[in-house]
């Protein structure tokens, strides 16, 4: 055992009752067991294959601070937060540290669609939350999904009955505030039953400078015929460590895409696992990362074909300047009988300086023949001819730069299929290209 | 159509080498210990330096464990269950003839590896090896005029004491990993190549490697110098008899080349790859790497897997030298239970080095079959280039294709580019050519071979008939 692990497990073993007490009543039905996983597997260590890029052990070592007790901070999420992505009007709503905030809107429109913290959850997404809870998010597999299991005591539930269709795009806001470092385990469940259609935005933000260790867990289930668009805006500062693993279970005929986009950070780490368990499916993966000083991203990904006739798309694109460290690890894993699986994955790189650093690892694992399964990965330099070409037309070396790495960005926002978020987000690589974005300053979404 | 009635004709052949030759071998006792060493050292009549760094790296091997991360499901091995020196040439030893014993030569003969000078016009050099000891090493008077040493390690320790002292371990350090431990511990015959400078090797030189004798292993070991401005063009070829328990073969190969110089190194592996019900086959575990000291130097690895029960090797550049280059190109096929790990890696340190890799998988059976390969630039490797490209063909439901490239980039004006595709052999292909009267399985020959020409293309020209063969033999009764 090592001395972050002591840490944590002191800190459970003296807080245990504390943590059950202020907790949500369904998350502590599988807390014990997850506890158990993490005293048995212990952090990931950098030996381990999924871990090599990142020093989980190094990032969990701070002492870090927890509110067991759910003291309520006070702050007003919505003076900070005006408004929304221009043109685009959604349901706004806060997660403060690991609390889901206690003013947020209840959303009511008959349909029985329910938003929010599960402690306010009607019964039917209670009893949704319990059939999913910890089912995907497997704690025995991953020490970090172990230990937020252990420790979370709220969840943010998006739940849409059957044949429904959330007709807004949903904005959560994930608020980091604290006076001192702090550490947050945040828990989101999405369940979309039976044909059910909806649209998620998620914000990472944290509004003071202090210290931020955050472990996100987010288990999402797509039952047949739904349709998920899901995108994840992390904004933070050098000195937040993010760790977030997503475990999202397709059923058949289902239409799944998940947005990741990394603009900025201190060290983040990214865990999606993707299982396609039904046919006729299909899955994006997208993923955008501009990182520089000293940060660290890393994506692993897995997309589990295990039954036939899928597709799946992924595309990670890494901008990396200064001492930036990027890492993308993306598995494609087609299981014996998943014949006419179509998949493709792309990672492309750019490194724009000396210490920059980047690895990647686009991996196929293929046990089924009549499939079509492709990956392409490259890291280089931004082409000579065409600064050159811009050069000649006038356009200043540095400003020619930026329209490159604009322009190798844009393969992915281009994915977005949410127009306004699309022209938000061209608008924010941009600003932080130009080095505007340096510091977040509450929502830029919003500015 | 030729190549069609090649395919067919080689295609009603199964592992042609499986036989065994009876001839009297002189083995040690099984198990491994100081003592194996000694006797091993002393058998082969070595200087007390090449004992030491035997004793060393076994001390080394005695601390390390067998590694288990590759995408294998390996047999256990019983290290004290093998015996580590087998002299199918004792007999000679004994009698003080100089013949060579008539059985020997058969055998090689069977394989299609003439030891008789007589065949001194075809322009191969050959250093045929059984078991542990080099049985001949053919053109070496020839080779000598040049200045050019090709002979058997054996010899190569006792003639050129010192060139072998310089360079062995400088590739591959016994510490490197688990089986080059044990290799270096105890190693028996390989070849040793020395090319002077600004010498081009007038012929290919070649050797052969055989297992014979039961419960044994080969712990071969080729040395390759080419010196400045020089080139050679090297072979390696395999084959095994069939056996119901695996055989282990863990060799190094070390290739160093120096400014301008070039080296071209191929093996066609074809050890026995167990039966249809994945019994026996040789378990494959060899470490190979080159490193390109001189500027502009090249190598270029070209390998055909098809043998082998287990697979898993790596042959690697360590490319140095400024500007130097380092080329990759892989054909395996893998059938029934055959498992393989295989691929390369790139490690750019000089200025405006590049590499390729291309990678053919064939899959076939039951057999599973993954690429690996690393590529990394180092922040001093400006205008580092690499291209990759690893392709998988799946024939059959039950096999499996993998593909773990890595690649680590600390450099900013690197281009590191990668590429692969898996898919099966598409019907329209195959329909274009039913249509054309040419039935499944000649058509299915017929495609295998046109995907792994862009690297069957790279060998000489006797190898490229035997890999051709090799491929159409290991796909009998995949198809269809």
């Not at chain 1, 809870?133 to 539930?157: P, R, V």
């Not at chain 1, 492309?348 to 210490?355: D, G």
């Not at chain 2, 390969?373 to 439901?397: E, K, M, Q, T």
């Not at chain 2, 281009?415 to 299915?444: M, P, W």
Request: aromatic letters at 8%; charged letters at 25%; proline letters at 3%.
């Amino acid at each position: 055992m090592t001395q972050s692990e002591k840490q944590y497990i002191d800190l459970y073993e003296e807080c245990r009752e504390v943590i059950k007490a202020n907790s949500a009543e369904a998350l502590n039905a599988p807390r014990e067991l997850a506890f158990k996983h993490f005293m048995s597997a212990g952090f990931p260590t950098l030996k381990k294959e999924e871990y090599k890029y990142t020093d989980v052990q190094k990032a969990f070592a701070p002492d870090y601070g927890l509110n067991f007790k759910r003291i309520d901070i006070p702050t007003d999420p919505f003076e900070v937060f005006r408004c929304n992505v221009p043109n685009l009007s959604t349901l706004l709503y806060f997660v403060v540290n690991d609390l889901c905030f206690k003013d947020n809107p209840t959303f009511n429109d008959g349909s029985g669609i329910y938003l929010g913290s599960i402690k306010q959850a009607p019964e039917r997404a209670k009893e949704a939350f319990t059939q999913h809870y910890t089912k995907h998010a497997d704690t025995a597999s991953d020490g970090i999904t172990a230990l937020n299991t252990a420790l979370a005591q709220d969840a943010f539930m998006v739940y849409v009955p059957r044949h429904q269709r959330l007709n807004k795009t949903l904005q959560v806001i994930n608020l980091l505030h604290a006076k001192t470092d702090l550490m947050v385990n945040r828990r989101v469940m999405i369940v979309l039953e039976e044909g059910a259609q909806a649209t998620l935005l998620f914000c990472d933000h944290a509004m003071d400078n202090v210290s931020f260790l955050a472990t996100q867990v987010t288990e999402i289930y797509c039952g047949n015929n739904s349709h998920l668009d899901m995108y994840e805006m992390e904004e933070n500062h050098t000195q937040c460590t993010r760790f977030s693993n997503t475990y999202v279970n397709v059923g058949a005929d289902c239409n799944v895409s998940i947005n990741n986009i990394t603009l900025y950070n201190g060290t983040t780490r990214n865990t999606t696992r993707v299982t396609l368990q039904g046919e006729h499916s299909e899955v994006t993966l997208n993923g955008c990362v501009i990182a520089d000083k000293n940060q660290k991203v890393d994506n692993n990904t897995l997309i589990e074909h295990q039954v036939p006739n899928c597709k799946s798309n992924e595309l990670y694109r890494y901008v990396l300047d200064d001492s930036a460290v990027g890492a993308f690890a993306g598995r494609i894993l087609v299981q014996p009988g998943a014949q006419k699986t179509v998949s493709e994955e792309n990672n492309a790189n750019l490194c724009a300086t000396k210490q920059a650093r980047m690895y990647s690892q686009p991996m196929l694992e293929i046990y089924a023949d009549d499939v079509k399964c492709s990956h392409g990965s490259t890291v280089g330099v931004l082409d000579e001819n065409a600064l050159f070409y811009m050069q000649q037309r006038g356009i200043p070396t540095e400003e020619a730069r930026m329209l490159l790495k604009h322009a190798f960005i844009s393969q992915v926002s281009e994915k977005i299929r949410l127009e306004p978020l699309r022209e938000r987000l061209n608008y924010l690589v941009n600003k932080r290209f130009r080095g505007q974005l340096d510091k977040c300053t509450g929502c830029s979404l919003c500015k | 159509m030729e190549t069609n009635q090649y395919v067919k004709e080689v295609a009603g052949e199964k592992y042609k080498y499986g036989f065994t030759t009876d001839i009297h071998t002189e083995i040690i006792e099984k198990g491994l210990n100081e003592q194996t060493i000694r006797t091993i050292s002393e058998k082969k009549g070595e200087p007390e330096w090449l004992l030491q760094f035997r004793l060393d790296a076994y001390k080394q091997w005695l601390d390390m464990k067998q590694p288990s991360w590759g995408h294998l499901k390996m047999p256990e091995i019983d290290y004290q269950a093998i015996s580590y020196y087998a002299d199918p040439t004792a007999k000679k030893k004994d009698n003080e003839n100089k013949e060579i014993d008539p059985e020997l030569i058969k055998t090689f003969d069977k394989l299609g590896i003439p030891l008789e000078e007589r065949l001194a016009l075809s322009g191969t050099a050959v250093d045929a090896v059984m078991d542990s000891v080099s049985v001949k090493t053919t053109q070496q008077e020839v080779l000598a005029e040049k200045g050019i040493i090709f002979c058997s390690f054996g010899e190569a320790v006792k003639n050129h004491p010192e060139l072998v002292k310089k360079y062995l371990g400088s590739v591959v350090p016994p510490k490197d990993n688990f089986f080059a431990a044990l290799n270096s511990a105890v190693f028996s015959d390989g070849s040793f190549v020395y090319i002077p400078k600004n010498t081009r090797c007038p012929m290919e030189l070649s050797t052969y490697f055989r297992i014979n004798a039961r419960m044994t292993g080969q712990f071969e070991r080729t040395l390759i110098v080419c010196d400045e401005g020089a080139y050679v063009s090297y072979l390696e070829g395999c084959t095994a008899p069939m056996r119901d328990e695996n055989q282990l073969h863990a060799a190094i190969v070390e290739i160093v080349v120096m400014d301008n110089a070039e080296v071209k190194y191929s093996t066609v592996q074809n050890w026995f790859p167990g039966d249809e019900n994945g019994q026996g086959g040789v378990l494959n575990l060899v470490t190979k790497r080159g490193h390109l000291r001189g500027v502009n130097s090249k190598l270029s690895w070209t390998q055909v897997e098809t043998g082998s029960a287990i697979t898993w090797k790596y042959p690697s550049c360590v490319l140095s030298g400024d500007g130097s280059q380092a080329e990759f190109y892989s054909v395996a096929l893998t059938n029934h239970y055959q498992q393989a790990d295989t691929g390369t890696k790139m490690i750019h340190l000089g200025k405006n080095t590049k590499s390729t890799i291309i990678s053919k998988g064939i899959s076939a059976g039951k057999s599973q079959n993954s690429y690996r390969g690393l590529v990394r630039v180092s922040p001093n490797a400006d205008g580092a280039r690499n291209y990759s490209s690893c392709d998988s063909l799946l024939l059959g439901s039950e096999c499996g294709a993998h593909t773990f490239p890595y690649m680590d980039v600390k450099n900013n004006n690197a281009v590191v580019e990668h590429e692969a595709t898996t898919s099966k052999i598409s019907e329209d292909q195959l329909f274009y050519c039913n249509q054309r009267g040419i039935s499944t399985e000649e058509a299915v020959g017929l495609i295998v071979n046109g995907y792994a020409k862009d690297v069957i293309n790279k060998l000489p020209m006797e190898f490229a008939v035997e890999a051709q063969k090799l491929l159409a033999v290991n796909l009998e009764g995949s198809v269809g």
